[in-house]
């Protein structure tokens, strides 16, 4: 496979795939192709913008006409599909944005990929298209262990001292469908639309279900990166109902190095979930996120605890997630590389070292200069 489009490239997720295929693939021409909505921000990708491999092309994957294009002038083998509306708050205001995206845009990227793909003598040998999805279109689970019990599984991500999990049960590969906010119901729309496309026309697509993923050139919109910047200034930390949600969280560029090994080497219409078996109450990543701000700023200890505040919880706001990737260990070899504790270490440090990209993402600027410089 040579000629690759990642879409969304300039997002959170998505800028950390691009720099990976960039750096390791040299032999691959990669397209970020990505609409630079206000997640998108070019500065994610300054160390590889001048790569030769590397082409951006500023488009929205519901552009039908621009797409068609792209797959012939790049006579395009793959296709690692990360464009989204992403954030659940934004869905509970505004769902039609997201039923067009994410919905809408998957099906117009398929569509496109099967007319090139099946116009080709060879029609969809050596082709892969790979939607990246989340965990939480299946649903939420209970939280049986308050408390929380000695987890039964590990992986290198799970924390050391904090090694738990809040109920019996995890999300499988065959677990039903049960999406609940305007958002997880748009990524199943579109995961079905997916998986019909191999289904009716032989189309060869993968699918993956990730849980949590938090690093840096994450939107501060987000947990982490918006509470990192809240406790600098010293803003109050909106807690949502008593904090007693429960995610799995994966360091970014372990989920990178998924997609890697799962676009070369993943299974023709399989499914697999990326998961760090790494659950964590939102208020227990809250406290381990202001002590280690607070350590890496020489403040005291408890110096900033106090900015916790508890405001009404999100409407339908889902329990619990906890991942089993066992699958994807088992077949393909992929494990965490990093440690929660050291993810963390990194992750603050690099919000607390880039406070210039910080600030220019909270003005707006980015938006004004990268705006401006693709609307010229
Ligand atoms: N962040 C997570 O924790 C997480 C976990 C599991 C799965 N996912 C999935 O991974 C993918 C990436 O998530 P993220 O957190 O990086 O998202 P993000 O919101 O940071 O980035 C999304 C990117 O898509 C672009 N985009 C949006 N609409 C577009 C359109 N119509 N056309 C072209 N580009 C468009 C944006 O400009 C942005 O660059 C999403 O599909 C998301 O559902 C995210």
Redesign the pocket.
Known sequence: MKNIII????????SHVVRLFVNKYPEYNIIN?????????LANLKDIEDKPNYTFVK????DFELIRRLMREHSVDGII???????VDRSIKDPFTFA???VM?TLTLLQAAKEYWESLPEKYEGKRFYH?????VYGALQLTNPEGIESPFTTKASSSEHHHAYGEDFFLETTKYTPHSPYSAS?AGSDHFVRAFHDTYGMPTIVT??????GPY??PE?LIPLFINNIRHRKPLPVYGEGLNVRDWLYVED?ARAIDVIFHKGKIADTYNIGGFNEWKNIDIIRVVIKTVDRLLGRPEGADDDLITYVTDRMGHDMRYAIDSRKLQRELGWEPSLQFEEGIEKTVRWYLDNQEWMDNVTSGDYQKYYQDMYNR
């Open positions: 879409t969304g490239g300039a997002g959170f997720i998505g192709l990505d609409k630079l909505t206000y997640a998108g921000n488009g929205d994957i519901c599909h990360l464009a989204a509306e992403s954030h067009q995206t994410n845009g990246i999805s989340t965990d939480e990524k279900n990730c849980s949590n993923n938090y994450q939107f987000k989920h």
